[in-house]
């Protein structure tokens, strides 16, 4: 097991925080999956799994329900003196929040990290907050890694900074940072299997009279944590001569390293790895030596704003060159802004080679093609699909455009429940079974108590699919592979008190049909279970059949591709064809195809 | 020294699995090795694009012109990534294409094959390759990966030993499948040194 192994290694920075954790004793680790934070805990995971057949396993895992639940389970394992890691995505974060911004109050014993992955440039999010402005926001220290390596040791650091301040660390990563692989030294394994012990008595239930109390123990806190940063060997300055100062944190500062050696830049580079609280004094001797000072940083202007409070001499930063407040930033921005900076003849291209998009499509033999599918061809055309995170959203794509309104984790059942209301409209709301675990679930209650009238299709792949696969709680499994007990779907969706409930399968087009008109006549809330098992892992496991378009009985109506958009079709010249490397004998084409063209050939 | 390749093709032809063996190998050798992936999105039939950065290097994504090669597994990711490569860099591309699914819904156009070619050749050198049926060669449309690894090996672009490659990929898959991707390497070489070197 490479995550187990000695000497240097070519990680990924996701797999150099676990690698971190793991060197650092930790005691839980907690997680709800979210590119780009999945492969920390899954590499947790895969160890956990790896080190039960060999005997005990040294820590607790776990994937929870969401993020919050993540937190609160870390937060009290914490609190009881043990080591704890968090992880999410920024989004997930907010879900946390709740009880992020409390948890700072209360403190804890053990050290606690909490993961941010941002995802600059949304490559596979719904926005690109950026979550150092929490690390303000709930005045808890912050560390920033650039690289695989500082990934791994600032996650060994910020346990040992949680536990001297009692308070939860954050570290924050970008998608460049938790994606990115590079060499790894790996230290020593220690791990221990401990627990720990409640201290009663201590102030820790947050009625007004006790949070009033916490709050300016907490400023107290982060005073402590400035000098932490003042002395911390992540922030420091490299100097290559001459007046100008250049300010940068996380995978910029690989971009400013390099510009500055091919454009033999004469410059001073503070690079700042504990971002919050900053480091003041030392950047204000830093800025007394510069005449001036660029910051180099992506997103918010998080750092540059606290250095114009701070210094006498001109500050550049956003809005200057190419430095922009939104999307992530490259060496071509980084290089241009710098030579624009340094009065450095540089020059970019900006014209972009015109190729056509390759967007990622629902998989061949995916039964959410079947359920859209089938959904098309009963509901009215005017019905409005509130959609939600996950595979299914790629809905969206034509032919399905079956995704029409999306905000956050859960978002379909909230916004069907006002679309109902505000409309006239029929309403038809998909949310994945990960994903109403994680937060469809009080919005249903919410759904049954004021009987709005809605349709809610739930498509249960049985997984968290577009993350890897983490197991949820549907599964009979968890995390660590231990067995588990299985949410059955359908008893909670009637436990709520759902009174028109119905179990298709999808890949069964006629049946779905009807299921979904039945739903749509019914009045009040009805909700359908779309079960079928995600293919990627159905491939896996059996034997598949082959099918392939009869020549002579295809009359070219190309419902399979305008309609069905099954990417194992293709255009061989003018015949239609199946590409039986795609084809994973779903069974669901012959059903679409009006001729009975389509056969088993094995 | 600074040596960059991007590693480019569609979700499922094992582009972030080549882009692997060649940064684990270049630590083999005793380079410092960089390299960038997407995950996520990327999996389902999207275009995937790694690069792999040896040497004195930081950044884990390139600029602009700069990257040595571009070894892709189909044409049309060759010229996507086109901008990436140096004016004196190789592009290494596969010919069979994959058809994105939204060109067949009559969304978007996939060039003639011999216009992709000409904008590449006009770029830069172009090295093409039918690694399909060299994998079909090796016993698996699915080492098609390690044929361009093997072709990106006799190409010199980069520093690293054979052997590096090959304790590599015995690392990487499971026994039973070593032999072939080790064939598939070699076959790979084999016709990169058949095609210039001969």
């Known amino acids: 097991m490479e995550l187990l192994g000695k000497g240097k290694k070519v990680l990924l920075g996701n797999e150099a925080i676990a690698r971190g954790a793991l060197e650092a004793d930790v005691d839980v680790v907690t997680t709800y999956p979210g590119t780009p934070s999945s492969e920390i805990a899954d590499s947790i995971s895969r160890v956990a799994i790896y080190l039960k057949k060999n005997g005990e396993v040294p820590f607790y895992f776990q994937y929870s329900t969401n993020e919050k639940v993540a937190l609160e389970f870390a937060a009290a394992s914490a609190y009881c003196g043990l080591r704890a890691l968090t992880c999410m995505k920024h989004v997930g974060l907010n879900v946390a929040s709740d009880a992020l911004m409390t948890y700072a109050y209360v403190g804890c014993k053990g050290g606690h990290v909490i993961v941010t992955a941002d995802d600059p440039s949304c490559h596979s999010s719904q926005n690109e907050q950026d979550n150092r402005l929490y690390a303000k926001f709930s005045s808890l220290p912050m560390l920033e890694p650039s690289s695989p390596q500082e990934a791994k040791d600032m996650t060994i650091e910020a346990f040992e900074i949680s536990e001297r301040l009692e308070i939860p660390i954050i570290l924050r990563t970008t998608t460049r940072v938790s994606h990115a692989r590079g060499v790894v030294e790996l230290n020593e394994l220690n791990m221990k299997k401990k627990k720990g012990k409640f201290d009663k008595g201590k102030l820790a239930v947050t009625v007004p009279e006790v949070a009033r109390k916490l709050h300016p123990i907490l400023l107290e806190k982060l005073d402590k944590a400035e000098k932490i940063s003042e002395e911390s060997k992540f922030n420091f300055v490299e100097d290559f001569g001459g007046k100008y100062g250049i300010i940068t944190s996380g995978v910029s500062y690989n971009y400013v390293k390099e510009a500055v050696e091919d454009l033999n830049l004469k410059c001073k580079i503070f690079k700042i790895g504990m971002s919050y609280p900053l480091p003041i004094k030392k950047l204000k001797k830093f800025l007394d030596e510069c005449e001036k000072v660029i910051v180099i940083e992506e997103l918010e202007p998080f750092i540059e704003e606290q250095i114009r409070n701070i210094a006498d001499i001109e500050v550049y930063g956003k809005g200057f060159a190419k430095l922009k407040r939104y999307y992530e930033y490259d060496m071509d921005i980084v290089y241009y802004s710098l030579a624009k900076f340094f009065g450095v003849d540089y020059e970019i291209d900006d014209k972009e080679i015109e190729v056509a998009p390759r967007p990622p499509v629902l998989c061949p033999g995916c039964p959410h093609r079947a359920t859209y599918y089938a959904v098309k061809q009963v509901a009215p055309k005017d019905t409005i699909y509130p959609t939600d995170i996950g595979c299914y959203t790629l809905g969206l794509l034509p032919p399905y455009e079956t995704a029409d309104f999306l905000l956050c984790m859960g978002s379909s059942i909230g916004t069907a429940c006002g679309f109902s209301y505000a409309t006239n409209q029929k309403v038809i709301s998909f949310i994945g079974d990960s994903t109403f675990y994680h937060a469809g679930l009080p919005a249903l209650v919410n759904a049954v108590h004021h009987d709005h009238n809605f349709v809610l299709i739930i498509l249960d792949n049985s997984t968290t699919a577009m993350t890897g696969h983490q197991p949820h709680p549907g599964n009979a499994v968890d995390g660590m592979g231990n067995e588990a007990i299985a949410m059955d779907m359908e008893k909670v969706v009637k436990g709520i008190g759902v009174k028109h409930v119905e179990v298709i399968d999808p890949r069964k087009i006629n049946e779905a049909k009807e299921a979904i008109k039945r739903a749509l006549e019914y009045k009040g809330l009805s909700v359908i279970i779309s079960k079928a098992p995600c293919i990627l892992l159905e491939r896996k496991k059996k034997e598949r059949k082959i099918y392939e378009v009869n020549q002579e009985k295809c009359k070219k109506c190309k419902i399979c591709i305008t309609k069905f958009a099954c990417p194992a079709f293709y255009f061989d010249n003018d015949a239609i064809k199946i590409n039986p490397a795609l084809c994973t004998g779903c069974g669901v084409c012959p059903q679409v195809c009006p001729f009975d063209a389509i056969e088993v050939v094995k | ?198």
């Open chain 2, 1 to 198: 020294m600074k040596k960059s390749i991007v590693v480019a093709g569609v979700g499922g032809q094992g582009v972030i699995t080549a882009a692997n063996i060649i940064a684990k190998a270049a630590l083999k050798d005793g380079y410092n090795v960089v390299m960038s992936e997407l995950h996520g999105m990327a999996q389902r039939g999207g275009n995937v694009e790694c690069n792999v950065r040896i040497g004195n290097v930081y950044s884990p994504i390139v600029a602009s012109y700069s990257a040595d090669a571009i070894i892709s597994f189909e044409p049309l990711e060759a010229l996507r990534n086109l901008k990436k490569v140096k004016k004196e860099g190789i592009v290494l591309t596969d010919i069979n294409p994959i058809i994105p699914p939204l060109i067949s819904l009559g969304i978007g156009k996939y060039p003639p094959l011999n216009e992709i070619f000409d904008s590449i050749a006009k770029h830069c050198k172009l090295v093409k390759i039918n690694a399909d049926d060299l994998a079909r060669k090796a016993g698996n449309i699915l080492t098609k990966n390690i044929v361009m690894i093997g072709c990106l090996h006799a190409l010199k672009i980069l520093p690293i030993k054979k052997e590096s490659y090959i304790e590599t990929i015995k690392e990487t898959f499971p026994e039973k499948y070593v032999e072939m991707n080790i064939r598939a390497f070699e076959i790979g070489e084999e016709e990169i040194s058949t095609l210039f070197f001969k």
